[in-house]
């Protein structure tokens, strides 16, 4: 039995792949770096997600799915941002929990 989307969900790996392959995305990696990205991360991980979506063991699938790129380096979590501390800075506390 495939595992359900709050498990594994193919569409953000799917879309992460994508994005990485867009002509915008390739063009800012040019200009920054001075190369295309090869998106090789992100396809692994499309290819991780397939093999956990298809796993019988809800775990397990869960346990593979965290050792994916887009997990360990990207996600939610903005302490993961590859801009945080270059472009912007975190604040401890969001602007949107302070209280009146």
């Known amino acids: 039995m495939p595992q ?3 498990v594994v ?3 953000t ?3 992460e792949w ?3 392959c867009s002509s915008s995305f390739q063009k800012d990696s040019l200009y920054r770096f001075g190369n295309f990205d090869s998106c090789g ?3 692994s991980d499309l290819r991780i997600a397939l093999n956990a979506k298809l796993m019988k063991d809800e775990e397990e699938a869960k346990e593979v799915i ?3 790129y887009y ?3 990207l996600g939610s979590d903005s302490k993961n ?3 945080a501390g270059a472009i912007w800075d975190l604040k401890e506390t969001p602007s949107w929990n302070v209280d009146p």
């Open 4 to 6: 359900s989307n709050d």
């Open 41 to 43: 991360p992100q396809y």
């Open 81 to 83: 941002s590859t801009t």
């Open 71 to 73: 997990s360990r380096n």
């Open 66 to 68: 965290s050792q994916t």
């Open 18 to 20: 994508t994005r990485c």
């Open 13 to 15: 790996y799917f879309d």
């Open 9 to 11: 969900n193919l569409w």
